[in-house]
């Protein structure tokens, strides 16, 4: 009886490496904190907000500036509103390049999932015919995702973490899918690009067939 091939797989961390999630991020937390006469910054979403979990993060940031605002309630409506922001822009960013980068895997039989916080089922509408399948993501990290995130996506649709690639949008994402065992291929946006992306197998400006070619070396498919 013939072996049964291993699966090479790759996770695509959407809201943050196809879409400039990050820029999006800061743009709906500066709205929701310049309601509440907090002046956000760049500086303070890098010291205090990304990487964390949304409520520990708004705790910390809260605890910075003086405020007495809930963390817990502040982390339940940034969520919505961000994966509302994502859901609205998802569509649009589903480019024929990006496409191109599915189909380029899809046709070495690499088994795509594209991870979102958006709305899955006109994502997934948007994405037919590439061969992608659609996972819902429901981490509230600021900004990325955690390790046992990366792990989720895998386990849910069929992949081994060694055998996978993680498409990520942040230095952050980068350490994570490496602590769940998958390699990692980064998405340099500018709002990002202060983050350290050491340990990733390769950095890119966008998600193309050359992309492609990067995840085929990573994955050791010819």
């Known amino acids: 009886m013939a072996e049964e091939k291993a699966v090479r797989g790759v996770v695509v961390e959407f809201d943050f490496a196809v879409l400039d999630g ?95 916080r958006g709305d899955v089922a006109a994502l997934s509408a948007a994405l037919e015919g590439t061969g992608a399948a659609v996972h819902a993501e429901t981490a509230t990290t600021y900004g990325s995702c955690k390790w046992d995130a990366w792990k989720r996506a895998c386990h849910a649709n069929g992949l081994v973490d060694v055998l996978t690639a993680g498409v990520t949008g942040s230095g952050y994402g980068v350490k994570a899918a490496l602590l769940a065992g998958l390699s990692a291929l980064a998405v340099v946006h500018d709002h990002v690009a202060y983050q350290d992306f050491g340990g990733a197998d390769a950095t890119v400006d966008q998600l193309d067939a050359k992309a492609a070619k990067e995840i085929l070396r990573m994955l050791k498919i010819a």
């Open 22 to 116: 990050a820029k999006l991020l800061f743009d709906v937390t500066k709205k929701y904190l310049d309601d509440a006469g907090i002046d956000f910054s760049k500086k303070l979403e890098a010291l205090h907000m990304a990487g964390g979990n949304y409520q520990g993060a708004f705790a910390e940031l809260f605890e910075k500036v003086g405020s007495k605002r809930d963390a817990a309630k502040a982390a339940r409506e940034l969520n919505d509103a961000f994966n509302a922001a994502v859901a609205e822009k998802a569509v649009g960013a589903v480019t024929p390049a990006f496409k191109d980068f599915l189909k380029a895997l899809a046709g070495k039989d690499v088994k795509v999932v594209v991870a979102t």
